[in-house]
């Protein structure tokens, strides 16, 4: 099989995903420079390309950057987490239309296999650009390439040379030219090679990723690990990291934890927390059809204040497996006996093990849980996605009114795809 036909695999990336989400229903910030915040509106976690031209460094603390964004017109908005994740499933959806293999590799990446001629994938790779700025208004990258690894690198090269207009295939490139690349290619700057790989590999003289490829695949294996030897025979276009098509269905965890945007320092206020987390984590562990055996629950002070830290935890069996919101809260607030009063929490969390198939195993009726019989999970998900988040929960989760200590999200876009009452309007 030629070259020219072979399957070869492409990297469908978003460009600035989180701040183009912010841009699909305001068309006010299509020129604007855009940051986006991390939880409770801490610091910058997300830009877009004009943003980055005011080289404002990944992580700036929002408190700090503030007076220089409103100076320079730079609009931040707080994670939108909703709008993110609806977006992202309909671009992969769009993306998979493509081909016959997908691996959806995070909330903005996927690939593809492919195959055809290099114009004719170069064809494909626009084709699935136009589709998704249509119908979604995200704009996509996609880098081609024999391997996953080297097509994190023609991805790389989409996005630096705006001259490709957002698809580069290597195949395009003559050995001498791919060559070049590779030899003004950091390898940190290669798909699964860390600062700290990075820094023993120049201890032994190897910086590029052409001298990485050119390295001994055994030697290097003997030295670091065989995940670094699958690196380099990629870089030499022998691929070694196939594509995953079938997401993983069942998980072996699930866990829910914030950070509060006020300190937690009661028991009371503490069992709001872990009954609001305890239904949002039982939610979705009937989303992915699985029930848990065991529940663990934590809560934590800030390590870098001064003064005693304090991080209490339990964990509780479960009579029987369920997927049950109040047998799961009930368990949860087994950790308030261990919590302090006037001890500043500042995040706390719920995570469920001992996972199985919900149709897997079914008990005996003597043995059943009556939770498991009266479907309340069942009913109170119903509930939620019909009238919102909030609408009803657990035990103190039920409460109204919005917690003190509820993450902060004051710069909150509209959830345009997922909430009724903050659908956008159109003025004609």
């Avoid at 855009?34 to 976690?45: E, P, R």
């Avoid at 404002?56 to 707080?78: C, D, E, V």
């Avoid at 998704?132 to 690894?149: C, D, F, M, Q, Y």
């Avoid at 239904?279 to 055996?293: C, N």
Wanted: with cysteine; charged share 25%; glycine share 8%.
């Amino acid at each position: 099989m030629s070259h020219e036909t072979e399957r070869m695999i492409a990297l469908v990336d978003c460009e600035s995903f989180y701040a183009s989400c912010e841009r699909v229903f305001d068309p006010r910030l299509d020129t604007a420079p855009i940051v986006v915040l991390s939880n409770n509106d801490g610091c910058v976690v997300a830009m877009n390309r004009e943003a980055k031209a005011h080289n404002i460094p990944m992580g700036t603390p929002w408190f700090k950057l503030k007076g220089y964004a409103k100076h320079h017109g730079i609009i931040a908005r707080s994670s939108n987490y909703e709008l993110y994740g609806s977006l992202s499933a309909r671009i992969m959806h769009i993306i998979g239309r493509f081909a016959a293999w997908q691996e959806v590799y995070s909330i903005d990446e996927s690939f593809i296999g492919l195959k055809g001629t290099t114009q004719e994938l170069i064809d494909v790779g626009r084709a699935i650009r136009a589709d998704v700025l249509a119908s979604v208004g995200i704009p996509v990258r996609v880098g081609i390439g024999r391997t996953k690894t080297l097509a994190k690198l023609a991805s790389r090269g989409a996005k630096a040379d705006l001259t490709l207009n957002g698809v580069c295939h290597l195949g395009s490139y003559s050995e001498r030219q791919l060559d070049h690349i590779m030899r003004h290619t950091h390898v940190t700057d290669l798909w699964g090679v860390a600062n700290r790989t990075g820094k023993r590999l120049a201890a032994l003289g190897i910086h590029t990723a052409d001298e990485l490829r050119d390295a001994d695949a055994k030697w290097i294996r003997k030295k670091f690990s065989v995940v670094l030897e699958r690196t380099v025979m990629e870089l030499r276009g022998v691929p070694c990291i196939e594509l995953e098509p079938t997401p993983r269905q069942y998980k072996d965890q699930l866990i829910f934890s914030r950070s509060f945007s006020k300190p937690v320092t009661t028991a009371r206020e503490m069992s709001q927390v872990l009954s609001i987390y305890a239904q949002q984590v039982s939610g979705r562990l009937r989303d992915a059809g699985q029930i848990a055996g065991f529940v663990t629950a934590w809560a934590a002070t800030a390590w870098y204040k001064e003064g005693p830290s304090h991080t209490p935890r339990v964990s509780v069996t479960l009579p029987v497996p369920t997927d049950d919101p109040v047998v799961i809260a009930k368990a949860t607030l087994a950790l308030t006996r261990h919590v302090h009063d006037a001890t500043p929490y500042v995040r706390a969390g719920v995570v469920l093990t001992g996972l199985t198939r919900r149709d897997a195993t079914i008990p005996l009726s003597l043995f059943r849980d009556d939770s498991q019989t009266r479907q309340l999970g069942a009913t109170l998900d119903a509930i939620t996605q019909r009238h919102g988040a909030g609408t009803i929960g657990v035990g103190l989760g039920g409460l109204r009114q919005r917690p003190a200590w509820d993450m902060r999200r004051d710069m909150l876009s509209r959830r345009a795809t997922t909430h009724w009452e903050e659908l956008c309007e159109v003025q004609a």
